[in-house]
Structures are given as C-alpha cells and as structure tokens.
C-alpha cells in the first residue's frame, strides 16, 4: 500500500514536471526567443523614429526592433541590475522600462514634460529622472515604476525652477546632481526613497552643465559652461563643501563658439587620470585624480564631445560637435599624443566599448548606420543598419557606478 501511495505520488509530480516543460516550450515557441543570458545585450537609440534596436555585441547583430518610446532626440539609457531591463528617458518626458529578452515595453509612463535622463540606485530598487521642465528630480520604484519622490530643483524667493543636469548614482544609496541656473550641486539621501534626505551645496559654479562620479564612487565632478574650471565634491567628506578645480584653463584666449556640450561620465578616467574637455577649445584637459591638478593637454581635430576611456586605460576616443563631427581621434595614453583619426561616417554622435575594450561601436547619424570597429588595429569588423542612431548602451553598465 505504502509503495502504490509513493508511485502515485511520484507519477503526479513527474507528470506536473512535463506540464511546467511542455509549456515552457510551448511559450518559446510562440514567442521565437530562445533561452539566452543577457550580458551582452544593448540598445541602440534610433533618434527620429522613436524606437530601439536591441543587439548583441558578441555576434555584433541586431536581435529586435521596438517603437513607441516616443520622443528619443535626446536619449538615455540606465541598465536593471539584473542587466534583463533598460530604461530609456525620453525628451518628452517618457520613461520607459524595456524588457531585454521578451523584447518588448514592459511599462511606460509620461513622468514630466522634457528630461534629458536619468540614474539607477545603488541597490538597483529606484531609477530617478532628472528633469528640464519641470526642473527638478523624480525618483520611481524599478519594479513598477510608481513614484516615490517629487523633488522640486527651487531656489530663489520666487520659488523657479532649475534644470538639472549631471544626474548620477552613488554609494550609500544616493543620487548626485547639479542644477545649471542656480549654480548648485545637490545630494540625497534615498534610503528612505518617500522621504528622501537633500543636502544642497550652493556657489558650485556658474552653469554646471554635466557631471560624473568618478568610478570608486568617491567624487562627484560637474563641468563648468559659465566659466573655465570644474566644481569637485568630495562624497566622503561632504562637510568640506565644494572645491573647483581647473581655474582660469583658457586664461588669456577667446573661447570659441559651442555648438554641443560636452558630456561627462565615469568613462572618462583612465588610471588614475580623468581626461575632460575643455569648454570652446579643441583640447583635452588630463587631470591627476590624486592632486586634481592639471598635467597635460592634448590638442584635438574639434571641440569634443565624448571623452572615453576604454577600458583597460591605454586609449582614449574622443569624437567631437559641428563641424567637426565626422571624424575621431584616439589618444595614446602613455604618450599623451593622438595616434590615430578616423572618419567613420557623418555625424558621429557616440560611442560605447564592449566590456573587455576589444572592439568601439560607434553611431553615424547621417548615415544611418553603426560601425562595429577594433580597438587594436582599427579595423571596421561590421555595419549595422539603423535609423539616425545615437546612444549605444551595453548592460555591462549595470556592474558599474556613474553608468
């Protein structure tokens, strides 16, 4: 009797078993995506059709195509920490939760009227939204995308608005940003994400336009657009306030017109220096991270854009705003010297290193395509075919801080 109650028992799980089999399968099938990891999935932002490409950076293909993100002309994307969703920030506004592997939206929402992007918490569980209009930082749970936290970016006795730009994580469960009118860089404390704790730190500079927290979570940098010079804050020591660095770079001379501004981010530090740009010049600033002190200076074809470092340090790419954005140099670290131009295609707009820095992907606008090339020979090893690209995102960023 015992032994007919076990077979029976053991037959109903054994067939229970098949049934969670067969309809997995079942569901495989019906969707036409097989089982896979995800890290070496990306996105590639298709600027004027509002949509992504997702791709896969070991094969260098393109695996699917999704719409309906609405207005992408200034796109960003932050990476789940299980790297199987992107968020993409809108300009309009749009924040949208892209499932990697289902290929599809999994939510979207309408969180303000134009964003320029975004972060993700240390612990994964938050995305925050800087904002434009209206300025200020929205804070949303990742799961569900509810919002948790309005914090208005106020400042002045007419209680306006500022934009916020510079929008970074980092330790301690905290965001990182700066506010361009009202000079400022502001610090909170989300642990409690409904009741998020702000510490604002005023006179950071005139017109912080970007900002990056260096890759040990330590430092947060904003460039400067209002005059020469970077605003330093030190994360671990927040009572010791702010401190600019690179005073007077272009003391003497004229800046020239900016036609884009520049972008900073992490990926900026290679060793233990940051190479930055240099507000209307064509030249890269080199930064001893130690000291803070400028060391060097490496002239360039135009004003850059991107600064990046790949990831072993031994280069940096750097691609450049109108009229000279046909075109890359890449700089030698050890020497300090551009070894190498290269002209892509028309319009080059980003880049992004595959995690190991084997090969750059590269976005030509106005070309309508990508360009996949190796990072040791220069080599174009393939083309991707897409629609005004811009933004390429690798979920390697998941892993690191400032991304």
Same mark, same amino acid.
């Given at each position: 009797m015992k032994n007919r109650n076990f077979l029976t028992q053991y037959s109903q799980i054994f067939f229970r078993g098949l049934g969670i089999a067969f309809s997995m399968s079942a569901l495989l099938a019906c969707t036409h995506i097989g089982l896979r990891g995800t890290g070496d999935l990306g996105v590639i932002i298709e600027r004027a059709a509002g949509r992504v490409q997702i791709i896969e950076h070991s094969g260098a293909t393109r695996l699917a195509s999704v719409s309906g993100l609405g207005d992408l002309s200034h796109a960003s994307v932050v990476i789940s920490r299980d790297t199987r969703f992107a968020y993409v920030f809108g300009r309009d506004g749009g924040l949208t939760k892209l499932d990697l592997l289902l290929q599809k939206i999994d939510k979207r929402i309408v969180q303000a009227?134009?964003?320029?992007?975004?972060?993700?918490?240390? !612990?994964?569980?938050?995305?925050?939204?800087?904002?434009?209009?209206?300025?200020?930082?929205? %804070?949303? !749970?990742? #799961?569900?995308?509810?919002?948790? #936290?309005?914090?208005?970016?106020?400042?002045? !006795? !007419?209680?306006?608005?500022?934009?916020?730009?510079?929008?970074? /994580?980092?330790?301690?469960?905290?965001?990182?940003?700066?506010?361009?009118?009202?000079?400022? %860089?502001?610090?909170? /404390?989300?642990?409690?994400?409904?009741?998020?704790?702000?510490?604002?730190?005023?006179?950071?500079?005139?017109?912080?336009? /970007?900002?990056?927290?260096?890759?040990?979570?330590?430092?947060? $940098?904003?460039?400067?657009?209002?005059?020469?010079?970077? #605003?330093?804050? /030190?994360?671990?020591? $927040?009572?010791?306030?702010?401190?600019?660095?690179?005073?007077?770079?272009?003391?003497?001379?004229?800046?020239?017109?900016?036609?884009?501004?520049?972008?900073?981010?992490?990926? #900026?530090?290679?060793?233990?220096?940051?190479?930055?740009?240099?507000i209307g010049r064509h030249e890269v600033l080199i930064v001893d991270t130690e000291s803070w002190q400028e060391v060097g200076r490496v002239a360039v074809a135009g004003q850059p854009v991107f600064v990046m470092a790949r990831p072993d340090g031994k280069q940096v790419w750097v691609n450049f705003a109108f009229p000279d954005n046909g075109q890359f140099n890449v700089i030698d670290v050890e020497s300090r010297q551009v070894i190498k131009t290269l002209t892509p295609g028309k319009a080059i707009l980003h880049m992004e290193f595959t995690p190991r820095g084997e090969a750059v992907w590269i976005s030509a606008r106005d070309d309508h395509r990508v360009m996949v090339i190796a990072t040791d020979d220069f080599s174009t090893r393939q083309v991707l075919q897409a629609d005004s690209p811009s933004g390429i995102f690798f979920t390697s960023r998941a892993a690191r801080i400032g991304f």
């Open positions: 009227g134009n964003s320029i992007g975004g972060a993700i918490s240390q !612990d994964g569980r938050l995305v925050a939204a800087q904002n434009y209009q209206p300025g200020g930082v929205k %804070i949303f !749970d990742a #799961a569900t995308l509810e919002l948790l #936290a309005d914090i208005p970016s106020s400042f002045g !006795d !007419d209680g306006k608005r500022s934009k916020v730009v510079g929008l970074a /994580d980092a330790p301690g469960q905290r965001f990182v940003w700066s506010c361009f009118d009202s000079g400022e %860089i502001w610090v909170a /404390d989300v642990r409690d994400p409904r009741h998020p704790q702000v510490q604002q730190f005023k006179n950071a500079g005139r017109e912080p336009y /970007d900002g990056l927290v260096t890759p040990d979570g330590r430092y947060y $940098l904003a460039g400067l657009f209002g005059e020469d010079g970077m #605003a330093m804050l /030190d994360l671990w020591h $927040l009572d010791r306030g702010v401190r600019k660095i690179l005073p007077n770079y272009s003391k003497g001379e004229e800046k020239l017109p900016v036609y884009k501004m520049p972008h900073l981010r992490g990926w #900026a530090i290679a060793g233990r220096y940051a190479y930055v740009p240099a």
